[in-house]
């Protein structure tokens, strides 16, 4: 498929039977023979959910009062590690709050040693200079994390009040000219966003070559400023995003731990994990972050993933395979 806006926009908006025959069932085929069948699955560890930021959408903003905040000791983090080792599983994400608390030395620690455990590891962990990035990809950091989350700039701006798009963008692509692979995507559905910014969100992650889309919906959190104003995002255009991504990244990750419309699961909802396989999705996430605690990570509502004994069994439902 070609990064066209006009191509983009007509199968964000073409008739569903249409859009299944034409994108989604290449985008599973493509799936198939691209990347094997497999499902990269990977292990998710909250280091921290204290954040010096704002943002209007998420659940652990600075102004959050109503949870408790939590910030990992390195024994737990390295251990947390090692219990994705022990499950058999070959990478690590570590996620959080953009936390000063947290040293670089720290950072350097967790990521040597994942390597000394052979596995890859993706760092969520906010904005680092260009220098750290570095840094961090000479001590073996293999991916970093960094979202744009809109490619409108103005509704950006409106959401993040503590850092501008153009900031965020050269964060993002300091991170691809030091050489680190690149995690980065969108949220469906934020408030005010057009049926035209989504086909500029997709064309942006096709731009950058992102070698991880974490596309998500829209979910509100209960203490996130816009929950209250914005609705659920539309999960039939985040598939149809799905599709359209897989086609024009052929190889990439994207995300499969996806709510139905409904939300009753969030991101642990079976049929909605196989929904967004079946449209070229292939990446799921186990968690293992204390149990205590997981309950305060909550960037969005109902954030629990599927559980990792469940996995292999929807995988080959759909005629997929871990990896």
């Known amino acids: 498929m070609q990064n066209d806006f006009d191509l983009i926009k007509h199968y964000l908006t073409v008739d569903r039977e249409i859009f299944n025959r034409e994108v989604r069932d290449k985008a599973f085929a493509t799936l198939i023979t691209q990347n094997r069948s497999r499902v990269f699955i990977t292990g998710l560890l909250a ?42 599983l070959k990478r690590v994400l570590l996620i959080g709050g953009e936390n000063p608390q947290i040293s670089l030395s720290q950072y350097i620690k967790y990521v040597e040693y994942a390597k000394e455990l052979d596995l890859e590891i993706n760092l969520a962990m906010g904005v680092f200079t260009k220098d750290e990035y570095k840094i961090l990809k000479d001590a073996g950091l293999d991916y970093y994390t960094i979202k744009f989350e809109v490619s409108n700039s103005k509704i950006f701006n409106q959401c993040n009040p503590d850092i501008s798009f153009l900031e965020r963008m050269k964060a993002i692509r300091n991170v691809k000219e030091v050489g680190l692979k690149l995690g980065t995507g969108n949220i469906v559905g934020l408030k005010n966003q057009s049926l035209d910014d989504l086909v500029g969100d997709i064309q942006l ?42 086609l024009l990244l052929p190889k990439a990750q994207i995300t499969a731990g996806q709510p139905t419309q409904d939300s009753k699961f969030g991101f642990s909802d079976r049929q909605g994990n196989i929904d967004a396989l ?12 204390p149990f205590a605690l997981r309950k305060d990570f909550e960037i969005t509502k109902d954030r629990k993933l599927l559980e990792f004994e469940k996995i292999d069994e929807m995988l080959n439902s759909v005629n997929l395979n871990s990896f």
Request: glycine share 6%; net charge positive; with cysteine.
């Open 278 to 289: 079946l449209h070229g999705a292939n990446k799921l996430f186990v968690e293992v972050t």
């Open 205 to 246: 992650i096709k731009q950058l070559e992102a070698d991880w889309v974490p596309i998500v919906p829209y979910i509100p959190s209960p203490n996130s400023i816009m929950a209250k104003d914005t609705p659920f995002g539309n999960v039939d255009l985040l598939l149809r995003s799905i599709s359209i991504i897989r």
């Open 47 to 88: 280091l921290t959910n204290v954040c010096t930021n704002n943002c209007h959408y998420c659940g652990l903003n600075r102004d959050n009062g109503k949870i408790k905040r939590f910030t990992l000791d390195d024994e737990t983090v390295l251990s947390s590690i090692k219990v994705v080792k022990d499950l058999g």
